[in-house]
T-cell receptor, first 113, second 111 residues
Framework: DAGITQSPRHKVTETGTPVTLRCHQT?????MYWYRQDPGHGLRLIHY???????DKGEVSDGYSVSRSKTEDFLLTLESATSSQTSVYFC????????????FGQGTRLTVV | QKEVEQDPGPLSVPEGAIVSLNCTYS??????FMWYRQYSRKGPELLMY??SSGNKEDGRFTAQVDKSSKYISLFIRDSQPSDSATYLC???????????WGAGTKLIIKP
């Protein structure tokens, strides 16, 4: 299995609070991604990174920010959590972008109450 | 209309049946086509990868791409209960673009 660890695996938080999810990789892959997965929508890209301090927005970036200060770590922050951000969040890594395999973490189940 | 359409299912078939899973897409520039399998409460994992048109076979799995019809398929022969999962298609134009995902089809293989 690709070395990807997401933490926490489960979290319940209150509306309006900030939340940070962490993704850690041991594969030294250049690209890292944060997706959310909701019924009927499949995987939707939130943000991605193509190097240390190099990030870009995805399809559903509003309300989220990211940081990558080291190759191995990619943080996703919900600045002020809302109930619409209740979802399963997946981190993924890849050597390149659209033409190579993406390896996924186990997911973080976030509930905003 | 989404760029990639995939029937969410669930698709329920008896063990041993041939399964056909499909995706349609609208962007004729897509060249890289992938099928991922996702077990319940797990992350997706790559199952099949195809570049451009044609067929690719790997054991019981065959991936087909028909670019003229903008249609891709995944066939599973001799289906097993362990094949029960959600199958997601994903595609991309080239290495400079992100993957675009289908919503996934939930497959149930009944013993």
């Amino acid at each position: 299995d690709a070395g990807i660890t997401q933490s926490p695996r489960h979290k319940v938080t209150e509306t309006g609070t900030p939340v940070t999810l962490r993704c850690h990789q041991t594969e030294n892959h250049r690209y890292m991604y944060w997706y959310r997965q909701d019924p009927g929508h499949g995987l939707r890209l939130i943000h991605y990174s193509y190097g240390v301090k190099d990030t870009d927005k995805g399809e559903v970036s509003d309300g989220y920010s990211v940081s990558r200060s080291k190759t191995e770590d990619f943080l996703l922050t919900l600045e002020s959590a809302t109930s619409s951000q209740t979802s399963v969040y997946f981190c993924a890594i890849s050597e390149e972008t659209g033409n190579t395999e993406a390896f996924f973490g186990q997911g973080t189940r976030l509930t905003v109450v | 209309q989404k760029e990639v359409e995939q029937d969410p299912g669930p698709l329920s078939v008896p063990e041993g049946a041939i399964v056909s899973l499909n995706c349609t897409y609208s962007n004729s520039a897509f060249q890289y086509f992938m099928w991922y399998r996702q077990y319940s409460r797990k992350g997706p994992e790559l199952l099949m990868y195809t570049y451009s048109s044609g067929n690719k076979e790997d054991g019981r799995f065959t991936a087909q791409v028909d670019k003229s019809s903008k249609y891709i398929s995944l066939f599973i022969r001799d289906s097993q209960p362990s094949d029960s999962a959600t199958y997601l298609c994903a595609m991309s134009m080239d290495s400079n673009y992100q993957l675009i995902w289908g919503a996934g089809t939930k497959l149930i293989i009944k013993p």
